[in-house]
């Protein structure tokens, strides 16, 4: 048996020497934070790696939603998914707004666009869909009755680095797209996040936002908040980019692994994504169905007996957590398929240095050998 933990994800860390001489430069011109020479040379990078025009660096990705409601002076109600991390209907929250859930599509665990328009109201003003797992939402559909009703839309794209959809940046789509680099994301800069946005205006919105609102030394022109990325954060994310292809392609060969070995097994269903995009590999979640010999949380506990921490992720469903309990959308009618698949998802471990030993042993768990 394993004696250590195989943890469900591990960040890629470079070696430390290749680190020291960022931050020589940082003691060296004393720059700490505030747009500095890192920040600004993260942001360009990025831009060109993702394939985006404006991007606005952010301490973590909870607070960048936060702004993103508030640079685009959202009021009423927003129209959400609740199979999310809780930052998406926290952020909603925290800007005095109301989550309207609805289900979401059971194959994608994105949000279902045929259950839209049926959720708006004379208050709604927005959407915030997540791209589930890194897989896009059906961002064509959403589009559309967006249009139609004069909505914007802000994607929670947490998940979605280095996500192209039909050979474009996934992150161009909506009004603005967040993404997350927390340090369990496949990108990460320890803590960090970004706005992703179409124009140099809207940049310039957010970035006062993102900074108290300071437009310039004796001008405060919106109650901004202090979402600011530091430079050693920055040169982290300079240093993590260099080897960002590379970490992927290693969570490539591991997600072929796992569908090959559990692919006719009875009782579990494995998460498919969209063929005309590219995944980063981030998770890797399977469904265990009720035919399975085990329930989903007697597998979760078999593999921690086993020294292997995998996640339900996303469970419990945010509708049902006890802030959210006063939605009338929250109701477990309202949301069948997200309750369903909450109530059967575990992530498993994928990581760049996931061993085959690790994974086999993994794969024989849920197999029953
Ligand atoms: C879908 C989603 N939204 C938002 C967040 C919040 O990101 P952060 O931890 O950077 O604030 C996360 C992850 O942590 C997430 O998975």
């Known amino acids: 048996m394993n004696q250590k933990n195989i ?12 680190f020291i001489p960022y931050l020589e430069k940082i003691w060296d011109n004393r720059w700490l934070t505030n747009n500095g020479p890192f920040h600004q040379q993260l942001e360009a990078e990025l831009c060109k790696y993702l394939g985006i025009e404006y991007i606005s660096l952010f301490n973590n990705a909870t607070i960048a ?18 199979y999310s991390f809780v930052a ?36 709604t003003t927005a959407i915030m869909p997540v791209h589930c797992y890194s897989n896009p939402c059906n961002v064509e559909a959403i589009q559309k009755i967006a249009d139609n009703y004069g909505l914007k839309i802000i994607y929670d794209a947490a998940h979605a680095f280095a996500v192209k959809y039909k050979n474009e940046s996934l992150l161009r789509w909506g009004d603005l797209s967040i993404l997350s680099f927390h340090a ?5 800069t320890f803590e960090g996040g970004a706005i992703i946005c179409p124009d140099a205006k809207t940049k310039q919105r957010i970035d006062r936002l993102k900074n108290f609102g300071i437009a310039d030394e004796l001008t405060v022109t919106a109650p901004g908040i202090n979402g600011k990325m530091s430079e050693i954060n920055a040169a982290f994310g300079l240093v993590q980019l260099k ?3 590379q970490a992927m392609q290693q969570r490539q060969a591991i997600d072929a692994y796992y569908r090959k070995a559990l692919a006719e097994i009875k ?10 995009a590219n995944s980063n590999y981030s998770y890797f979640p399977i469904l265990v169905e009720p035919d399975y010999h085990l329930t989903r949380d007697e597998l979760y506990e078999k593999l921690k007996e086993h020294n292997v921490l995998s996640r339900r992720y996303f469970y419990p469903l945010i509708s049902n957590m006890p802030m959210y309990r006063d ?15 909450a109530n059967k998802v575990l992530c498993l471990p994928i990581f760049h240095e996931l061993t085959v030993v690790d994974q086999l042993t993994i794969i024989n768990i849920i197999k029953g050998i």
């Open 7 to 18: 943890p469900v994800t591990q960040p890629f860390l470079p070696e430390l020497t290749e």
């Open 65 to 82: 939603l936060i702004t993103a409601l508030q640079s685009l002076r959202i009021t009423g109600e927003v129209i959400t998914t609740p």
């Open 88 to 123: 998406t209907s926290h952020s909603i929250l925290w800007n005095g707004l109301k989550p309207v859930f609805i289900d979401i599509d059971p194959t994608t665990f994105n949000i279902d666009p045929a259950k839209i328009e049926a959720a708006i109201t004379p208050r």
């Open 184 to 188: 369990t994301k496949v990108f990460n």
């Open 243 to 245: 080897y960002i292809d």
């Open 267 to 276: 009782g579990i269903t494995l998460y498919q994504h969209n063929l005309d």
């Open 327 to 341: 939605v009338a959308t929250a109701d477990i009618e309202n949301l069948p398929h997200a309750n369903n698949i």
